[in-house]
RNA sequence: UGCCCUAUAGCUCAAUUGGCAGAGCGCCGGAUUCUGGUUCCGGAGGUUCUAGGUUCGACUCCUAGUAGGGCAACCA
């Protein structure tokens, strides 16, 4: 047997990981990037502490395996830690059953959080103190309204919601009340305890949002010790407070949650304190995701458990064949960004077969079996052919023996009576090898009553054995077992569950279940050569020519051997044979030509009052009617303008480098009253204007402006800034970048334009910012054009 | 209707933070191959959502839009 032991599903993780020197990691997502931002700046000093924070209330599923990668991932590559904790507040829906689940799945995945495994419902005292200290502090207080009530006076995204008339109830009353609720005094629902935070916010979770519900539920872990559960919102933020995370990563969903996260967390723990940041979920292509609709299909039967081969879950994906390896890979192909996304189902196949194609060895099994005589073999015999279980290409070791008799399967698929051109199969006449052993042709074929094809006989030629020295080559090879050798197998074909790419976006009267695809399982006979019958479970094969298929471990416990198909392989030739049947749709019909927006009217969504003003300010300024109308709506910038106006005469400029470069630096807050004088800033829009300053350097200087509060003209003096504008000066610079770059210059002759930035970017460089642009460029076109 | 998030190649993501628009997958072609697999080489594919603006220079900054998603559980 080959050695392939080094395809159990817990092997190691892959170790890359480790700290990679920087100049060879090469693009960083932005959770990277804030990471690397918080090392340097030192707002985490120490390692990084991260988490993956599941809710056992189901099975882990490949978007679990997304942040279960980006979590574990993380924290090996900054080597730091990753805990797992179970976020179990809530004693209706969690189970035992989904923590050994999630533990499982996390280790089948190759990741280990040693000894950081934590529970939220391990923190229900802490919680409860911290509840009471936030009572303390005036910040949350214990309504006794009804659910209905809280909700009818939350308001809507449009109006806010009202204060309860509890909410000014005394600390000391409410403390009781929570101490009670603790206790067990009051039924579900009577009484909550509120964060007392703001009923107008434009945030819902901010309308006082419920912290502590009274719910007496046995819990899974706790028993019926505690009456009353804290909530998502409560718990999570300061679990993680708790447990020291540094940066707790979440899904967009909880984008809005985060000034609530925020809030708990300032105003329970000192500095070095969590901070969220999310990211988008995953989507693939064919399948769903939620939890929801996971459950329904199992509960309804369409699929035959959590660990159906075609279902999403890690469970599932095992079972089907997915080796963990490849799904590791996968969910570092996807990538971490926070656009809203739809994974196609064919990254994750090509991560599998590239996972598998140095894993599996070869054997050949026939699928849909057609009878072939080989009429010039003697009968009765067996030849034992020497076969390796491995291409010359993927240089693993290991043979095998594959009996050849005078009869022997081959694939329906392999012949055809009339063939189309370059097809390299069997047809009448036609030559074929088949793998391991000789060249055939065909000589007849024989039809049943029916006109079927029943059988074909064919004649080798010996001299043409495989191995045997033959210099014969063929176009074709095929694969084949024998009729008395072989072995009947059971063989399962797994194709996508929906038929359509997103089973989510369903019409008026359909759900999700309506978009099942009918022939997502086909359950066949195939016959398999004898060296490869026996297996036993975790057990993965290329049945040549078909696909990666593994031995299903529950049929096995069953007493069955039943093989999984995992994926196909890719198969040129069926796509180019689809594509003749069905010729692509021609170019997608244009879509719709969108008709180019008009230039809209600047002054269009202005009140009267505010038209009147942007006149005005085009009038006595000659403003452009954008810059007009931008001012015209802002008070606080129109004051700012006026007086920087007033102490110079480039209103203008001053306009320009106001709106455009001066209120981006600044804060809502700063620009109320802003730290740079008007006069100041006139005098900076000066220097730029009389050729002193270029554009860049007069951007430095009015950052520095506004952090030192300094004239311009100090700071241009401090710093002895003064723009070059003399080409004799400048004409050095550039001779020597276009000189250092002799094969960017050729390739911009070449027509690469766009090398001008580039080179420009070089010369600024070398002179610290202070070139004119507007001459270096210039230069550069005279002597590169 | 309010607030928040998002928009770059068919898909998923990059772009040294204002200076050459790239990668992987997918697709097409060629070479190699006893798997129509693998590997190697090459190619096509872009109105960077739209329109204006600032700038020597805009995927990046400003303005106004458009489209998609999220938020009104005592779920997480």
Redesign the pocket.
Known sequence: MADYSNLHPLSAPADDAGAAPAESR?????IQ?IIDEDLNSGRVKGDIVVRF???P?GYPHIGHAKAIVLNFSLAAEYGGRCHLRF????P??EDMEYVRAMKRDIHWLGFDWGDNEYY?SDYFEQLYEMAKRLIEKDLAYV?S???E???AT?????TSGTNSPYRDRPIDESLDLLRRMREGEFD?????LRAKIDMAS????MRD??LY???KASHYRRGDEWPI?????F??PLSDAIEGITHSLCT??????RPLYDWLVEHLFEVPRPHQY?S?RL?L?YTVMSKRKLLTLVKDGRVQGWDDPRMPTLSGMRRRGYPASAVRRFCE????????????V??L??AV??DL?TKAP?VMCVLDPIKVVLTNFEDGKVEKLEADY?????GHEGSRSVPLTREIWIERSDFMEDPPK????LSPGAEV?????YIIRCDEVIKDAAGEISELRCSIDFD?????G?SR?V?????WVSVTEGVEVDVRLYDRLFSVANPDDVQEGQTFIDQLNPESLREIKAIIEPAAASEEPETWY?F???GYFYLDPVAFEEGKRVWNRTVT????????QE?VEAPKPKKAPKPA??V?????D?M??LDSEEHSMAIELQTLYAL?P??A??LA?RDDERVFFKEAAATGDQPV?VA??L???L??LLSDEQMETPPVKPGHFSDLVALHSDKTL???MA?EVLEEMITSGDAPNDIVERKGMRQISDEDALLGFVDEVLAAFPD?VA?YKDG???????F???V?QKTGGSAN??V??GLLQQKLD
């Open positions: 090469k693009s960083r997502h932005f990037q924070p599941p809710e209330n976020d179990d507040t809530n209706e829906t939220a309504d309204q009804t659910g009530e809280i909700r939350r308001g809507t995204v449009t579900d629902g009577a009484h909550v434009t945030n819902m979770l949002p419920v519900r009274i719910k559960y804290p909530l998502y919102d718990a999570h967009l969903e909880f984008d809005v949650h999310e988008a989507n292509d192909l996807i990538g971490v960004a926070k656009a809203d996304n739809r994974v196609d064919a990254l196949e090509y077969r590239d194609n070869r491995w291409p010359h290409d993927i370059k097809f390299h199969r090898r088949l793998r391991h052993a043409s054995r495989s191995g045997g033959s080559r176009k074709g090879t095929i694969h290329q040549e020519r078909q392989l890719r198969d040129s030739w069926g796509r180019k594509s030509q969108e180019p927006a008009e230039p809209v600047p269009e969504g452009t954008e810059d109308a931008f709506t400029a320009n480098w709106i455009h470069e209120r981006p270029s554009s860049r951007r960017r390739a690469k334009k766009g090398l001008i930035g580039f420009m970017g070089q600024m642009p507007q270096v460029r």
